[in-house]
């Protein structure tokens, strides 16, 4: 069943979480590297409040 999911592009709310922390942690990157750090402060702060709630998801499941 997994492989159907992936094939439509059907995604957890975990998996959306990851991807859209993974994307904050790029900009936020992106943003430091150009010289803007409060842009890159606000991104990683966002990014942080994200991974909490997905250590907070993972450690319910279990």
């Not at 999911?5 to 991807?19: E, H, N, T």
């Not at 409060?38 to 997905?54: M, R």
Request: glycine residues 6%; charged residues 30%.
């Amino acid at each position: 069943m997994k492989w159907l999911k992936k094939i439509f592009g059907i995604k957890s709310p975990l998996a959306k979480k990851q991807a859209r922390l993974k994307s904050l942690q790029e900009k936020g990157f992106q943003a430091q590297r150009n010289g803007n750090l409060s842009l890159a402060g606000k991104y990683y702060s966002e990014a942080e409040f994200l991974e909490t709630e997905i250590i907070e998801m993972l450690e319910s499941k279990k």
